[in-house]
């Protein structure tokens, strides 16, 4: 390596971060005032919780940072850099996040059925199969791992649809997506054995967030919409699939679940929650199977940061309860693959205090005459999964749009 060359490969990290900031900085408030012409906001009323108009265009910020990040990497390091040595998996990741971005876009400005959002979701995870973005194998840090051959493909798909869909779930409060994105970023950044490739798309994606949030904190000035929600997570996804691949065998799906504990762990409690509410309402096994697919898909607000609001805590208190959850267990995941078992002590200490703050809020929720409310469903949506986030409320937001 050359003397000139040091400077570009030392500074380039920092230097992509601060133009995906910059980039999504700039692009945001130009977003936020189009959207008000466009009248692409989230009115007050009924289900919502703001107080004045909202532009929920966002998502565009994000995903201009997010591209002007990786076009000065590609521009400075040129066919030396990581993205010209992972072409094919670029290619899918850029493809299938554009094609992510572009049907949440649609969906912010003009509606758009579930069962497409469903259908687009599968389609962006066969690209970034077909691109080499994979499971190739399941196991345990430490224990071992295991192929999984003909699976792959739908284990593949299964995780992509899952981790979009928890991005597109959480993105309940003002900021709380966001963050728990821009911390998932950072532990990718952290952990031993990621390719630089996966390192680059995690600096520009969080400087892209950390851009965006700046206009995303209670009160929200914009919201990320679907656009946000579905083109983070596709791309979160992605990394998750191949972070910490080179250094821990059986990686997969524990250390990317730490990582992604938050959204994860909210989407399947709503999973368990309503297929126990069918249970309990079928009297055999038939009606059980007729009615559970109608509560799967009935949207409610039983959310973890809808319990949070109910038992008293405030958007931004409930956000930072989050933030600091996701952060936790991002620790926990880093740990888990460069040291083992003090990562494990650290898992078995964190999920014993998250368990207490559950048990605690879980007691002023009994208390609380909104839990009612709270838990009560919505009307049935096909695919609700993937279209309630348009059903819940939006964020809570003082400020004019």
């Known amino acids: 390596m050359n003397d000139a060359a040091v400077p570009v490969v030392m500074v380039?990290?920092?230097?992509?971060?601060?133009?995906?900031?910059?980039?999504?900085?700039?692009?945001?408030?130009?977003?936020?005032?189009?959207?008000?012409?466009?009248?692409?906001?989230?009115?007050?009323?009924?289900r919502r919780?703001?107080?004045?108009?909202?532009?929920?265009?966002?998502?565009?910020?994000?995903?201009?940072?997010?591209?002007?990040?990786?076009?000065?990497?590609?521009?400075?390091?040129?066919?030396?850099?990581?993205?010209?040595?992972?072409?094919?998996?670029?290619?899918?990741?850029?493809?299938?996040?554009?094609?992510?971005?572009?049907?949440?876009h649609a969906d912010d400005r003009w509606g758009l059925p579930s069962s497409a959002k469903l259908a687009a979701c599968v389609a962006g995870a066969l690209v970034l199969w077909a691109g080499g973005w994979r499971v190739d194998s399941i196991g345990l840090p430490g224990v071992g791992a295991w192929d999984v051959g003909a699976w792959s493909l739908p284990l593949t798909i299964m995780w992509v649809v899952l981790v979009t869909n928890a991005m597109n779930l959480i993105d309940g409060l003002d900021g709380l997506a966001s963050g728990v994105a821009l911390v998932a970023c950072i532990a990718?950044?952290?952990?031993?054995?990621?390719?630089?490739?996966?390192?680059?798309?995690?600096?520009?994606?969080?400087?892209?967030l950390l851009g965006f949030l700046w206009f995303n904190l209670n009160p929200a000035l914009i919201f990320m919409g679907d656009a946000g929600s579905l083109f983070t997570g596709f791309v979160l996804a992605a990394l998750a699939l191949h972070a910490p691949a080179g250094a821990a065998p059986g990686w997969f799906p524990v250390v990317p679940a730490l990582a992604l504990a938050v959204p994860l762990a909210d989407t399947l409690h709503a999973i368990g929650r309503r297929l126990l509410a069918a249970a309990r309402e079928a009297d055999s096994p038939w009606a059980f199977v007729r009615s559970a697919p109608r509560r799967m898909f009935t949207a409610d607000r039983g959310h973890v940061h809808h319990l949070l609001q109910a038992a008293g805590w405030s958007?931004?208190?409930?956000?930072?309860?989050?933030?600091?959850?996701?952060?936790?267990?991002?620790?926990?995941?880093?740990?888990?693959?460069?040291?083992?078992?003090?990562?494990?002590?650290?898992?078995?200490?964190?999920?014993?205090?998250?368990?207490?703050?559950?048990?605690?809020?879980?007691?002023?929720?009994?208390?609380?005459?909104?839990?009612?409310?709270?838990?009560?469903?919505?009307?049935?949506?096909?695919?609700?999964?993937?279209?309630?986030?348009?059903?819940?409320?939006?964020?809570?937001?003082?400020?004019?749009a």
Not at 188 to 208: F, I
């Open 49 to 104: 919780l703001h107080r004045r108009p909202t532009p929920r265009l966002g998502g565009i910020g994000i995903a201009w940072g997010f591209a002007c990040s990786l076009a000065y990497l590609s521009w400075v390091s040129g066919h030396a850099g990581p993205l010209a040595h992972a072409a094919a998996q670029m290619t899918a990741l850029l493809v299938g996040a554009a094609f992510m971005g572009a049907v949440g």
């Open 12 to 46: 380039s990290p920092l230097m992509c971060f601060l133009v995906g900031l910059l980039g999504a900085l700039s692009a945001t408030e130009l977003v936020r005032v189009a959207a008000v012409r466009l009248r692409a906001v989230d009115q007050p009323g009924g």
């Open 188 to 208: 990718v950044l952290l952990m031993p054995g990621a390719g630089a490739a996966e390192r680059a798309v995690a600096v520009a994606l969080a400087g892209a």
């Open 315 to 400: 958007p931004r208190r409930a956000a930072a309860l989050l933030w600091a959850a996701a952060l936790s267990f991002g620790i926990a995941a880093c740990l888990c693959v460069r040291a083992g078992l003090p990562g494990i002590a650290w898992l078995v200490v964190m999920v014993s205090a998250w368990s207490w703050v559950g048990w605690r809020v879980s007691l002023r929720l009994r208390r609380s005459p909104a839990t009612p409310e709270v838990l009560a469903p919505a009307p049935v949506s096909a695919f609700p999964a993937l279209a309630e986030h348009a059903e819940e409320p939006a964020p809570d937001s003082a400020r004019a």
